[in-house]
């Protein structure tokens, strides 16, 4: 069990590396100059702002506007305000909740193609051992990032250089790194 969690993690990490690291501050994309002079480019990147949900094991958020193309080359982050900790407590999703009560994970998938393209982010809370948290939970807020990647390489590829510029894991330095809104 420990030995999957850690080995989701390196791959969510080295995901992360792929898609972040090839972008820096005032780099120049197909689409144009990333940004004003002095401000980081965060052109197509997404934020879904949901305010509170209370459930018990399994929470489904809709996600529109999304094609199966972004979805694909995207890196997608999602953070939650638990409403037992402060209004600016944000944790990230997969990982540990409130004192280590459950843990969370997240996946997302296609709900809809007609009339347009609709996706839905399935969060589950679980207990250690894997198996459905039933206790129910409340969180403030729940928030979606979805940065489209600069560059898509085949697998197996390292971008020379590369280092992760982020903690992906910190809410308030991902919304920095990306010049958005907290």
């Given at each position: ?153 085949a697998g197996g590829r390292q971008i020379p ?21 907290q």
């Open positions: 069990m420990s030995y999957m969690k850690n080995a989701n993690v390196l791959l969510l990490v080295l995901f992360s590396i792929s898609l972040v690291a090839g972008c820096k501050k005032g780099d120049t994309g197909p689409e144009g100059p990333a940004g004003p002079a002095g401000t980081k480019g965060n052109a197509d990147v997404a934020l879904y702002n949901f305010g509170q949900q209370t459930f018990t094991g399994s929470l489904n958020l809709l996600l529109s506007n999304l094609s199966q193309g972004k979805v694909d080359s995207s890196l997608i982050l999602v953070y939650y305000n638990p409403s037992t900790e402060a209004a600016t407590a944000w944790y990230p999703i997969p990982g540990s909740g409130p004192a280590s009560t459950y843990e969370t994970r997240f996946f997302v998938y296609q709900s809809s193609t007609s009339p347009v393209s609709a996706y839905t982010l399935g969060i589950r809370t679980t207990k250690a051992d894997g198996t459905v948290y039933p206790t129910q939970v409340t969180w403030r807020k729940v928030r979606v990032i979805i940065a489209p990647a600069s560059v898509v390489a250089g590369a280092g992760l510029p982020i903690d992906v894991n910190d809410y308030a330095a991902v919304c920095r790194y990306f010049n958005i809104g």
